[in-house]
Nanobody
Framework: EVRLVESGGGLVQAGGSLRLSCAASGLTFSDYLMGWFRQAPGKEREGVSCISTFDGSTDYADSVKGRFTVSYDNAKNTMYLQINSLKPEDTAVYYC?????????????????WGQGTQVTVSS
């Protein structure tokens, strides 16, 4: 059984930084596409970033390019999202997701497994 556990969220001021973590178990990390998504109140879940552990390719939503960086540690089966220059509009619950594929896509529907989410709140 695949299990994903996010951590690292919190309340920060605009311009601050956070590092989110997604600890994965029940899967071979190198065989999966991993993604970060977020959902703000009243809005649909949107793709933030993804990384293919097959070839290291990444993709980012336009709204976060240059501020967010996705990475992973194979030895720890953990994916990270470094978030810099936070804006109030980044406020959302952030989820990590996994799919047994290798093409990095920011499409929620292709991901099979999801974590419970971690709240990020950015104050102005």
């Amino acid at each position: 059984e695949v299990r994903l556990v996010e951590s690292g969220g919190g309340l920060v001021q605009a311009g601050g930084s956070l590092r989110l973590s997604c600890a994965a178990s029940g899967l071979t990390f190198s065989d999966y596409l991993m993604g970060w998504f977020r959902q703000a109140p009243g809005k649909e879940r949107e793709g933030v970033s993804c990384i293919s552990t097959f070839d290291g390719s990444t993709d980012y939503a336009d709204s976060v390019k240059g501020r967010f960086t996705v990475s992973y540690d194979n030895a720890k089966n953990t994916m990270y999202l470094q978030i810099n220059s936070l804006k109030p509009e980044d406020t959302a619950v952030y989820y990590c997701a996994a799919d047994p594929g290798d093409i990095c896509l920011l499409v929620p529907g292709i991901y099979d497994d999801w974590g419970q989410g971690t709240q990020v709140t950015v104050s102005s």
